[in-house]
């Protein structure tokens, strides 16, 4: 089906392909993040078997949802903290903006979460004048940009050093520098005001931990962690999938994201939040609220077939693996979760009509898959979301009686020798130009010989 | 020993060298051939388009002319992969014909126990993995084994041999910008090697690599496995 989202993706991903520049900045930070991975999956007496490990607790998890996020909720309220249940993006947004009116927010710090840009929620934010801050560097950047997260771990892969100088000389008027440390001074120096002035902390959580009632936040800025424990009331929006049943699974799942997400042994900073301020603690923030997040969730969860997409820690790998993200870009998905995790899920999440043709535009390699440290079957699930595409009438009149005569032909020796033959009539005289032309227009396409491997075989073949 | 051969239909119909130079080799290690000539498709792009039920059909109609082969042997592993993986998905259960299908080079080396063909092919080459042959099928030494017994074959990996081509079947012709994108860092690595042949065990990984050398101008040829291991 031909939709605006799909020919705005059409168009992307031919700028982007064609852009020589961009496809090199890609290639050399995933070159680079390719060999700390390597060496980060090495530290692993067996990554395999770890692999196989995470992914069966993500499956019990997953398997027995209701349990866990039931036993979560127990363990948050017990701890002083508030739950709250969102099953859509809008019952969110919805609830964090009661909060801050009923705290008389005027500024927000958030640490990075994909679930506040699933939601929408710094639009949602600004709408009703509350001014939102990024103070992940990446993110930061990316706000000040005005753009969105050009990937799940790293939001700003698509640039280099010189390009984020010239960023903050237009937008914060810094002066030219070619320091990283220099530029990333600048980001801390405006940040830490904004640190000590906001009124409420957003983050996100890379784990829910059922048997504690915990989250647990992995990063390597320093900034999570000031953004939940420094503002009054501290929000994490969480998505339902981030369950894992004990605390003592982190042993296993704190490395995995961090190998996976950027071949680090463990991420600088590793939190966990067990509550709001108690009498006696020192810091911490007077409120604690988790919202957990369903929005389409529930809908993969009922699809037996592709449940184990809710395994997805968002580590990123499958991004940095897939030969198509790694020439077209992370925007030019125009969703959320980008590469082979974001093909898969986008259809589940939002309108599998709109969605779909993320999931054709695969070479189905499987590169995905082989990296997935959860292993969940990526490149099978896009087979999958192809497969409904169809069953639901995505694919359109046309392709679908093609197929039909497609398939009447391959039913009969008969009848495919003589398309064959037309066919390569119609290819050695040039006629099957307008079909082929997205291949010829930049490839060559073979000439087809005299005779077919059936023909040899009749005549010469069996024989010999 | 006697084995069915299973000859895709892109193969029969574009690449009839392949094929031939398959039985060629087979028949120089002893195995006796037999060609079932209602062999059409296996389904592959209409399974990957998500026309399953039309798949389907084909599925059980390779089922049926291969029931009574104690061994199918293919040269490609893509088709093998379909046949091998994705048809007992699409057909609930396995079958003795899709049990028994095997890609050539798997075919040499894990069932026949020969690594040495008897091929002479005196050229500097580099081998490049089908996604399909690798990730579907988990083969990846034994072409190398192959190559590496070939009489005056020098062998020289490429640094992205595991990179898809970026063909994809109606990938390809669907999303050309990106195919195209895919093949340039393909052809890239393959040139930085020297070497004047790429092999692989899948045509089709070849005919879209050719389709952009060829295009280029560039001296580097395709060839499969099976040509090579055929040359004497």
Redesign the interface.
Known sequence: MTTVARLQF?RD??VK??DLRH?AVIQKNINTYDIAVAKGRARFADWQNARSDAAAIKCETINHLDRYLEQFEQNVLANGGHIFWAETAEDARGHVLELARRHGVHKVVKSKSMTTEEIHLNEALEAEGIHPIETDLGEYICQIRGERPYHIVTPVMHLTKADIAQTFQEKLGAPPTDSAEELTMIARAKLRREFMTADMGITGGNFAIADTGMIALTENEGNARLSFSLPRVHVAIVGIEKLIPRLEDLALFWPLLSASGTGQAITAYSSLIGGPRHEREVDGPQEFHVILLDNGRTRLLADIEQRDALHCIRCGACLNAC??Y???GGHAYGTTYQGPIGSVITPHLRDAQKWSHLS????????C??VCPVRIDLHHHL?HN??????SG??GPI??LL??V??W?????VR?AIA?KL??FALRRGMAGPL?K??T??????T??K????????ER??R? | MRVALF?P?F???????V??AM?TVL?RLQVEVD?P?????C?Q????????D?AR??AK?YCEIFADADAIVSPSGSCTAMVRNFYPELLGKATKATTHTYEFAEFLVKKLGVTDVGAKFPQRVTYHDS??AL??LRIKDEPRQLLRRVRGLELIEMDQA???C????T?????????????E?KVSSIQKTGAEYVVSTDSSCL??I???L??QNLPIKTISLAEVLAST
């Open positions: 059409e991903a031919t392909t064609a496809r030969p198509v790694k020439n077209i054709y535009a695969s070479s189905l390699c499987g590169a898959t082989n087979l192809r497969r409904n595409a169809v069953h995505f694919d392709q679908r197929f039909r497609w398939l032909t391959m039913q009969s020796p495919y064959a066919g390569n082929l997205p291949w227009a930049r490839r060559e396409f073979p087809p010989p005779h077919s491997f059936k023909e040899y075989w009749r073949g069996r010999a | 000859i239909c193969i029969d119909q574009l690449f009839p060298n094929g031939i039985v028949r060609y000539p209602e062999q059409t498709c389904g792009p209409a399974f990957n388009t998500g026309y399953w039309d059909a084909l109609r996604c399909h990730r579907e595991e990179t898809c970026g063909f994809g079947g990938f390809s012709v669907k999303f050309p910008m990106i195919s195209y994108a895919m093949d860092v005919m879209q050719d389709g952009y060829r295009r």
